[in-house]
């Protein structure tokens, strides 16, 4: 089977090393891809936003099945176009990429399927908005509607702070994307990460992670796609997945078939674990970046590609996909000046050397080679090193020496990785 992967960062780069392993596989591409996969894939220049192009690489290529890895393609319709021509596609269609394409239209499919959420109201214009949040106790969570790569969410102290954002959302801070405004109750407890997929019927459970959005240690400094992360995460019991996917996942995947949108892909539920159990804070129509790194670590290689292939065509309810006991814990390292502007261009020495360890593997996010053929960083978040162990602390030591063992004076990580994770070890003996 021929597959083309859609996207270039480390969680494209985890999901075409996993895919790459399937003894099914033929030819795996990867549109545009990055020097870390093509040592897996054959990177190919394809303009992802010219649905024509893509299904035309398709049919020219016997591409069997396409895998979509960020969010943008899924939203504007990519899935929906690819299985009109005939193609498969893991990723949802453009209505049910509303999950992650509106907060507006999750929030309203959390009151339809009666699932468990933050309250909430929705604005189209500033003055009600802030007469709303004026009257709201602190903080107040003030959310863009639309997608905006992470920034579009705002954890107000004031109303001042409230007031401001509500002015940005409107003032076309984030274009269209602002819009809508969706204000909502501040949730408290542990957030955690739950992955799972779908044919639009029935749900394959993956597994669970945490991320660190923060740029700085001890979860300070302004937020970031994510600087770290590690699977699975200790405060999902079995008895809150079970929960989760009764009152949370279930009832989103029927609701979405029964409006003729059926969920084909994979569903990244961002959860609140709260006194009351797991509240909804938003749903991702993809897999999470650095998530997907440590999901792929953990997961039998050799069965991805038939799950992600299931979940694409259905018979998702007799596949199966086994996961390792380990712990797997991915650190990002990001280039100076990230999350502003990052510097790029400047060398990387050593990945290749400290990648061969079947324990660690470094998933490449923004690289690209310079002319000379050297390793250069080219984005934001850089690489990602990722390790498994028998318990977090020991994946956390394997990525840390792998990270000592890379010469990147221009780059910098967060020291503290998994902390959480690490102090509910020592608790527990
Ligand atoms: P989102 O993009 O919706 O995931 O929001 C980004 C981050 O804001 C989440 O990961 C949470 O840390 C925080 N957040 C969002 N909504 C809420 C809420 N209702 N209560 C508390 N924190 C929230
Ligand atoms: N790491 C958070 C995300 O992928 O949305």
Redesign the pocket.
Known sequence: MNVLLIGSGG?EHALAWAISASPRLGRLYCAPGNPGIADVATCVDLDVADHRAVIGFCSENAIALVVVGPEVPLVAGLGDDLRQAGIACFGPGRQAAQLEGSKAFTKELCDAANIPTAGYAKFTDADAAKAHADAQPLPIVIKADGLAA?KGVAIAESHEDANRFIDDCFGGKFGKSGAAVVIEEFLVGEEA?FFVLSDGTDILPLATAQ?H?RVGDGDTGPNT??MG?YSPAPVMTEELIARTLEDIIKPTIAELARRGSPYQGVL?A?LMITEDGPKLIEY?V??????AQVLMIRADREQVLDALEAAASGGLGETQLAWSDDVALTVVMAADGYPGTPKKGTRINGVQRSSGGADVVIFHAGTKLADDGSLVANGGRVLNVTARGASVMEARERAYAAIDSLDWPDGFYRTDIGWRAIEREKQSG
């Not at 993809?286 to 998530?291: A, W």
């Open positions: 969680r992470g990460s991320d959005k796609g994510g992360a990244y961002g991702n993809r897999f999470g970046d650095p998530e």
